[in-house]
């Protein structure tokens, strides 16, 4: 559950808005740049989510939406969610006490940059391998290939979610200089790192196997958290690109009047306001829900990963038309926007995806109603 205070969260939301307007977004990206992810794990950015006995601070995912919002607004390009959301609630839901506190520890203190692969979560692309792990003396042989994985280039340990020979998933801890290990880096659309990685016959030692009742479980729990605190950065980065295009409004003059005066562009700045004010409280009801265990946790992470992609565009798209021809332009800021919600539409479910989950849920529990009520009868 959130544990600050509304007081203390406002303070710490403006620490974090101090702390990140002085860096660039292309600062820190990772373990390439230590120094930076060190500031980030001294903030206690990283251990929010952790438990206090694990050396975090031991709240929720409430508490995280905070840095969150805070990332999307500064355009960081830091893997901080991976590690901070993704990684820590794997963590949690690994059984072994040791594996457990070796790896909570490390996303606390910054000693541990995670990457996350995982089959099925890539791009569509030809060559595309499902990643297998077969037996071997001591071990397994991870093979298969999946491309367009977020800050693998920047990560210092991968996390690896492979198929065995039989069925069951495993999540194994892979060294990225590992032999037969390929990283293929490039940028995407907003030029956060990302990868094709390859696994070529990747031995990995049995105790780099995560002690897990129920991988897919984890990802599950992870796959919501992660979603949710996507939306939040998308929400952020509309906050921040709303405020930056009224600026422009006021300042910019036309026909011997600032932008701003013309009614037309009022109802549109305000139409994106309420975009992002709408997305900022779904996405705060479906952390809640999170934290809380609801049983409508699931139902509220789809409604807010829908509503911030489809606002995200929309703020974005309007933004760049407000700013005219210049809103094009690689210099202006309104477009370095517009790609980082492009980025966050792609990331944790598309909202089509989410929008079908929602429905597929919706319909299951009418039909188990109708079926309840003939029972009845």
């Known amino acids: 559950m959130a544990m600050l205070e509304p007081d203390i969260a406002r303070l710490f939301e403006r620490e974090v808005d101090r702390f990140l307007a002085d860096r660039s977004p292309a600062d820190h990206t990772g373990a390439a740049a230590a120094g930076g992810w060190q500031a980030y794990a001294d903030l206690g950015w990283l251990g929010i989510m952790v438990p206090e006995a694990y050396g ?48 909570l520890n490390g996303l606390c203190d910054g000693s541990l940059v995670p990457g996350l692969v995982r089959s099925g979560a890539d791009t569509p692309g030809a060559g595309s391998e499902p990643v297998t792990a077969s037996p071997d003396a001591g071990g397994v042989r991870l093979t298969g290939r999946c491309f367009c994985v977020p800050h693998a280039g920047d ?9 065995s020979v039989g069925g069951d998933d495993g999540l194994y801890l892979v060294n990225p200089a590992s032999d037969g290990l390929e990283l293929h880096s490039y940028p995407m659309i907003d030029d956060r790192n990302a990868a094709t990685v390859t696994f070529d016959r990747v031995f990995v030692p049995g105790d780099r196997r995560l002690a897990m009742s129920s991988v897919a479980a984890a990802m599950e729990k992870a796959g919501l958290s992660a979603a949710v605190a996507t939306a939040a950065e998308a929400a952020g980065a509309m906050r921040a690109l709303n405020e930056l295009t009224l600026e422009h409004v006021r300042s910019r003059r036309q026909f011997g009047r600032a932008l701003a005066d013309f009614q037309v562009l009022q109802h549109r ?109």
Request: hydrophobic share 50%.
């Open 56 to 103: 975090g601070m031991g709240g929720g995912l409430s508490d995280y939406l905070i840095v969150a919002r805070g990332i999307g607004g500064a355009l960081l390009k830091a893997p901080i969610t991976l590690a901070a959301v993704v990684g820590t609630e794997l963590a949690l839901h690994v059984d072994d006490e040791g594996q457990r506190q070796t790896l």
């Open 155 to 163: 990560a210092n340990l991968l996390l690896v979610v492979a198929r």
């Open 269 to 377: 700045l305000v139409d994106m306001m309420i975009a992002e004010r709408r997305s900022a409280a779904i996405v705060r009801t479906a952390a809640e829900a999170i934290d809380t265990g609801s049983p409508f946790a699931a139902r509220l992470t789809a409604a807010a990963k829908i509503t911030a992609d489809r606002a995200g565009r929309f703020v974005g798209e309007a933004a760049i038309q407000l700013h005219g021809g210049m809103g094009m332009s690689e210099e202006c800021a309104a477009g370095r926007y517009l790609k980082r919600l492009l980025y966050l539409a792609q990331s944790w479910g598309v909202a089509d995806d989410h929008l079908d989950r929602l429905a597929d849920t919706i319909m299951d529990e009418l039909e188990q109603e109708t079926a309840d009520v003939r029972h009845d009868a």
